[in-house]
């Protein structure tokens, strides 16, 4: 019974984009590129989570999303090139 009450107060207390700075307007120190791809990425997070809707998201991410979760996902200018380059000697 104890288990059942963690878990429901573990469910109305997820914040899923807590660690996320959801604000559209651009901080004071942030450049304009870094500014475009905060926004890119709350943008690509809050589409997967109204894909998914809230209970798949926490399940996928019970911690909350991080913007370091999508550094890992997007590939290097590095890798690029290189699928670029096998790409030009496949022809």
Known sequence: MAKNINKINMI?????FEKLDLNNARNENETR??????????????KIYNTVGREQFQQLFPEGITYEMFESVQPTKEEIEKSDEKLGEAK
């Open 12 to 16: 109305e207390n997820y914040n899923a």
């Open 33 to 46: 590129e870094e500014y475009k791809k905060r926004q890119k990425q709350n943008k690509q997070a809050l």
